[in-house]
DNA sequence: ATGACGGAAGTTTTCCGA
């Protein structure tokens, strides 16, 4: 079984490379970032004809995230449930677990999420970034007590550390590098999730966006902030955890690439 | 270098992202 999440920066734009990247990827859940379109304009027949359904939470401009899978869901949630929002950042759904028996309800609870930017230490985005964390938080503290096997993966718009930067000096303490920020990651942690992408040896130098600008690609100047957070109950089926690389180069990318999760299915 | 690129809105420029 896999799950991959990706930011396009304007499903409108980039969805014929995310029809193209699911022939080649026929992952079972894809998650969905900055779709900026509205709820009319989803495509969602684009998507059936490739044998997926689609749960989405749109609106206009900005933000926006969806989920894409190969079966049916249940239970779909937007936003944060307790937590005040006007932006659509988050969207949860439970699919069924290949590994429980037939009909189960022992389902895997995905959350799609796009975390907030927050701009810089000091201004109202990042408060606005720091109450919408501890707004997660506190819902997935009671999430992972409904759902033992829940996966949240996005945009996070955080490195957990150093090695998820390219420039630690130049960025020391920089939007997506604070201490604020990294504290939310670990305390996510401390929830009991893990992040994937650490439990299997990694290239080097590897992240998961990369600034349009000043060649950032090219020369690899990037950042993890797309991740992967994994309960126990999957981190013990984790199989193998990887940033694709290949959509970012193509002719008008999105500046994040894709992150897939593989997890054991037996 | 309050810059560089790219998307959206909407109109020739601004806001925002990371």
Known sequence: MQLATWNVNSLGVRLPQVLEWLRAHPVDVLALQELKL???????????AEGYQAQWFGQKTYNGVALLTRTATSDVVRNIPGFADDMA???TATVPDPVAAPGSSDGIRVIGAY??????????KFEYKMAWLDGLRAWL??????????????????TFDDLDVWDPVGMHEQI???????????????LGLADSFRLFTQ??????WWDY????????RGLRIDHILVSAALKERARACQVDRTPRKNERPSDHAPVVLTLDSL
């Open 203 to 208: 290239p080097p130098k590897s992240y998961s």
């Open 115 to 124: 975390f907030p930017n927050g701009q810089a230490p000091g201004t109202d």
């Open 38 to 48: 509205t709820d009319d304009k989803f495509p969602a027949d684009a998507f059936a």
């Open 213 to 220: 600008r000043d060649m950032g690609f090219r020369r690899n």
């Open 89 to 91: 950042r988050v969207i």
């Open 141 to 158: 503290r009671e999430e992972l007590t409904r759902y033992p096997k829940l996966v949240l993966m996005g945009d996070f718009n955080i």
């Open 176 to 190: 997506h590098c604070t201490e604020d920020e990294r504290y939310h990651l670990r305390a996510l942690v401390a």
